[in-house]
């Protein structure tokens, strides 16, 4: 799967071997300081478009296929999708990029890893910001909620193995048409130009990705650590998978000292927040950026 002509013009493709054996596949724009951008599931690196044509004026920005995705490597076994394995992918391709500290951009499960990354390796950083995602203990905990275990059931499907892939190839594109656009704020933002991709890989039997759900409840991530480098946090409020109660900034600063949140209103944008409401989020990072490099 190369998805380099759904990118802005210019961008450019490469791979990575890193020393776990991983290869993944990771795209890349402009020049100036790194900014470093994980997709959540079941997106791709081309989830980021909008944020590459806008902010490499200024940036070199990547965003890779993580683990599991696309054109990267996809490991069959679910230990292979523990939160510290695809931290470590992570904080492997950094050292690879040879760039020094990156600014870490995350959305939804990208974002859990980024938290997690900030958290295990902040010399690695320059700043964080994630997109409506919190950290996997603060998940857990606000799981014991009736209103967060409504809008989570496709996580305990997810445990079900092989079936939910089973069932998103079915049709590919009805399950793009179904996880994104009939879910959004904005559904005409995801028109078939945009799904193409995802429509690919559900065809393709993946995302092989949707262990991370699996491991996550296998290997859970119950402590809290303290992230030590300037983080903000940017909601969608019309999410209809995490609710806006996760945006209160009252979860986060008992562990993150220098924290904003950013919210975008339920209008504007949903879960998939850097694809409906891209201008808000471009500038809400250009802003993070800024601030953290004085």
């Given amino acids: 799967m190369d998805h380099l002509s759904q990118f802005p013009a210019d961008t450019e493709r490469h791979e990575s071997f890193l020393p776990s054996g991983i290869k993944l596949r990771w795209y890349s724009r402009g020049d100036g300081p790194t900014v470093l951008f994980l997709h959540g599931f079941p997106e791709l690196a081309v989830s980021w478009k909008f944020q590459f044509e806008a902010l490499s ?39 690879a990029l040879g760039d020094g500290p990156v600014h870490l951009v ?27 995602c919190p950290p996997m203990p603060i998940m857990f905990r606000q799981m014991t909620s009736l209103q967060q275990l409504r809008r989570s059931w496709y996580m305990f499907l997810f445990q079900v193995p092989a079936l939910p892939e089973r069932l998103m190839s079915l049709d590919p594109h009805a399950t793009a048409v179904r996880l994104f656009r009939d879910s959004a704020v904005r559904p005409e933002v995801f028109d078939d130009e945009l799904l193409a991709p995802y429509v690919e890989q559900f065809a393709a039997g993946g995302p092989r990705a949707i262990r991370a759900y699996r491991a996550a409840l296998r290997w859970p991530t119950l402590r809290l650590a303290p992230v030590h480098v300037p983080t903000r946090l940017i909601w969608g409020l019309g999410d209809p998978i995490l609710g806006p109660h996760l945006a209160d900034a009252q979860l986060y600063r008992p562990f993150v000292r220098d924290f904003d949140v950013v919210p975008i209103p339920a209008d504007q944008a949903g879960h998939f927040v850097q694809l409906e409401a891209p201008d808000a989020v471009n500038q809400a990072l250009r802003t993070h950026f800024e601030a953290s490099d004085r």
Wanted: proline letters at 3%; charged letters at 25%; a positive charge.
């Fill in 57 to 95: 004026d200024r940036y070199r920005v990547i965003a890779p296929d993580l683990r599991g995705y696309g054109g990267s490597d996809q490991p069959t076994s679910v230990r292979a999708y523990r939160l510290s394995t695809l931290c470590e992918d992570v904080t492997q391709l950094i050292t």
């Fill in 106 to 132: 995350g959305h939804d499960w990208g974002g859990a890893i980024a938290w997690e990354v900030a958290a295990r390796s902040s010399q690695k950083l320059r700043s964080l910001a994630v997109c409506n």
